[in-house]
């Protein structure tokens, strides 16, 4: 039995039935397998979540009555490997049908090999999407119709399909502690690297060692908020970072301001475990709490210069670490995630000092979860107004008080950023 399809299997099926998170159930899967079958897992599985409402969709225009449970996931990672990947035709039917004998029904095999003999003969031409446009797009790109029509409501039909085609860089961004090029990263490592918009920061193409106090994997957006965090705090400063776990941000604020006194807090103790254990491996010093941030804690009123609030929000801008979230995401979360978000921001404001900065952030591109709370917040609080975002690498963001990053025309995944300064 192929163990690649085995392996992509049994994590698929984790997430699908137990709503497993896709980035942990496969980096437990990964821990075992060899170099190669590890990167045809990991395309594997990201490519089958990724593309799950399109995959439903061919398999059902080649069934009289779409299947469900073991065998429809069957179908899902044969027929994604017969349109995405370079594996022949044959190879692909074989061994899902191999893998499907793991139902132990002779039905369900002979269906599973059947079915995608005939995917295989179209799969590579398959045009034949809805003629609506709004279920075309939804379909091809695989976006939840209530999403696709949130974004179609704040950007316009045009921007929206931008967004939800775009394809993202493949390569993993890797931040140095300590200065480095693209040659000497290549010389040292033997993998190939690339300069970004942020000096420290490399796009990287194959393995670098994981254990290391010099390196971290770090997206160039949580990059960006960390930058414009660590701009707004003076000499000798108090920073906090209310939703902090895993703690990537914290650390580079203190990497990039080691005179500033950093307190971290998650609301979860294991989270709070992961900060700790991040800035360890990254030898850097902090203070964790476990704390919920909703509640207010007197003894910090108005104790810091600058305080981020990075909240929970529906992660709509990062699909390309999380593709599971199209899957489980409905649109009734999302006014429950703005009542924790605004909740979360309205506690945390009373810790900044007069003259000091609110930083509001999320992954995601609604502008419910975005704009509209800083209105709101700024309607309710007098004693703030907009402040000012510093980041002269990204020139469409600095100086304004607020900036939406879209991977399509930033290249980096879909955050966004409000500063607020506390004026009274």
Not at 20 to 41: E, H, M, P
Not at 87 to 99: F, G, S, W
Not at 289 to 301: G, I, L
Not at 342 to 357: E, F, H, M, Q, T
């Amino acid at each position: 039995m192929n163990n690649a399809f085995l392996k992509s299997f049994q994590t698929l099926r984790q997430v699908y039935e137990e709503r497993a998170f896709s980035v942990i159930v496969l980096n437990k899967t990964l821990n075992n397998c060899t170099k190669r079958d590890r990167a045809l897992i990991t395309k594997i599985v990201y490519g089958v979540l990724d593309n799950d409402l399109r995959l439903e969709y061919i398999i059902s225009r080649y069934v009289r009555k779409m299947p469900k449970g073991e065998a429809l996931l069957f179908l899902k990672i044969g027929t994604y490997c017969l349109m995405e990947l370079s594996i022949p035709i044959y190879t692909v039917v074989n061994d899902i049908a191999e893998l499907s004998k793991l139902s132990g029904d002779r039905r369900t095999v002979g269906f599973v090999n059947a079915t995608l003999k005939t995917i295989g003969i179209y799969a590579k031409d398959f045009d034949e999407y809805p003629t609506d446009d709004l279920e075309r797009l939804s379909v091809r790109y695989s976006y939840p119709m209530w999403a696709l029509k949130k974004l179609i409501k704040d950007y316009g039909r045009q921007t929206a399909e931008r967004i939800i085609s775009f394809t993202p860089d493949s390569r993993t961004t890797v931040r140095f502690v300590n200065s480095a090029t693209p040659i000497q990263i290549q010389e040292r490592f033997g993998v190939e690297a690339e300069a970004t918009i942020f000096e420290d920061a490399f796009r990287i193409k194959g393995g670098l060692p994981n254990d290391s106090a010099e390196m971290t994997m770090q997206s160039l957006s949580s990059m960006a908020i960390s930058r414009i965090c660590a701009s707004l705090i003076p000499s000798n400063g108090n920073f906090l970072d209310c939703c902090a776990a895993p703690g990537g941000k914290s650390v580079y604020v203190k990497q990039l301001r080691p005179d500033t006194n950093v307190i971290s807090c998650d609301i979860h103790a294991h989270r709070v475990e992961l900060i700790e254990a991040y800035s360890r491996r990254m030898q850097v010093r902090l203070k964790t709490y476990c704390r919920d941030m909703t509640v207010y804690e007197p003894k910090w009123n108005s104790f810091f210069d600058t305080v981020l609030c990075d909240v929970p929000c529906s992660g709509f801008g990062v699909l390309d670490n999380r593709p599971d979230i199209k899957l489980f995401r409905q649109n009734k979360d999302i006014s429950e995630l703005m009542k924790l978000q605004l909740a979360i921001l309205d506690n945390c404001s009373r810790y900044v000092k007069p003259g000091g900065s609110l930083i509001y952030s999320t992954c995601t591109v609604f502008y419910n979860e975005n704009g509209q709370n800083i209105r709101k917040f700024l309607i309710d609080h007098s004693d703030f107004s907009a402040g000012r975002i510093l980041l002269n690498q990204i020139p469409a963001a600095d100086g304004k008080d607020q900036y939406q990053f879209l991977p399509y025309k930033d290249g980096m995944q879909g955050f966004f950023v409000a500063v607020l300064t506390r004026t009274k």
